[in-house]
């Protein structure tokens, strides 16, 4: 199951509290900043069409090459979890964002965490990175 | 992710919150007490809005959120909904709830007996301090409608126990 995939949380003001490289596939150096700038290029995409639909789950909203930008909101608004992968399994991605949301709150239920600020958490990243094994 | 807690432990915190807020930390500053207790209710707010709003998507307008924390948000924390709502449309709501949950224990010195013992200045107090008790559920609504992204103030009144009146004014700018 190789297949590259990169996961980013961004909240509002656009800045992202989270980033992890989840592929299976060998990362090569120039790939990883490649990943980033496709995510953050999405952004205004997001931003048109969060505003349009009241879905949670966006299925691909852009496609780069052969890599594809799916998206997750939350009701609060601006918070965002995006997924740039080349694998076609919806209801896994789908599966994914719910956990990878319920791990959120979570940390977010931490009282000394500022709302807005890096995750900077070992336990949420290898979660993170458990169930992008167990999904994608 | 929720467990539960048994209410009369919440309600005995809640009352020593903001009696060692009133009379120990900031002793004889009511406005940093109430500052103090909003604070802590918006983080509360915050995060409470964030659990409950896992499974839905986002809300269309103000309308609809206000009615979200009249409806699901209340009921989760208070097993009840709010009983009335009224807007004038501009961004000011009205949420009256006729039996509020956390000052149901607060008694009312005025309405009993009064025999003669309580001196004058004491219905004074009683009203400030009671105030106090308002702050953090006023402290919760401001957080869980600013994680919607609504920037508000939120006031409370008990001219009426046991019923509570919360004001929310919307700020545009």
Known sequence: MTSTACFMIVSRNDI??????????????????????????????????????????????????????????????????????????????????????????????????LPGSRIKSSHFDTKVRALARKYL | MGKEVSESCLDILLIETVSSYTNGFYAGKPELVAQAVEAIGYQVGNQLCERYTMERSQFSDHLEAIKFICTDFWIKIFKKQIDTLRTDHKGT??????????????????????????????????????????????????????????????????????SCIFTIQIRRD
């Open chain 2, 93 to 162: 709501f009205v949420l009256r709830d006729n039996r509020f949950r956390w000052i149901s224990r607060v008694s009312n010195p005025i309405s009993e007996d009064s025999g003669a013992t309580f001196p004058s200045t004491l219905p004074v107090n009683f009203a400030q301090s009671r105030k106090m008790h308002l702050y953090f559920p006023c402290g919760i609504i401001r957080g869980a409608l600013s994680n919607l992204a609504i920037p508000c103030a939120v006031t409370a009144d008990i001219s009426s126990l046991p």
């Open chain 1, 16 to 113: 992202p509290i989270y980033e992890a490289e989840v592929g299976a596939a060998p990362k090569k150096e120039e790939a990883v900043h490649q990943h980033q700038f496709i995510l953050h290029a999405a952004l205004d995409i997001v931003q048109d069409i969060a505003w349009t639909t009241s879905a949670m789950f966006l299925k691909s909203i852009d496609r780069f090459n052969d890599l594809v930008v799916s998206v997750y909101v939350t009701a609060a608004i601006h918070t965002r979890l995006m997924l740039l992968h080349d694998s076609r399994n919806d209801d896994g991605i789908k599966s994914f964002f719910q956990e990878v949301h319920e791990l959120y709150i979570k940390s977010l239920l931490n009282p000394l965490y």
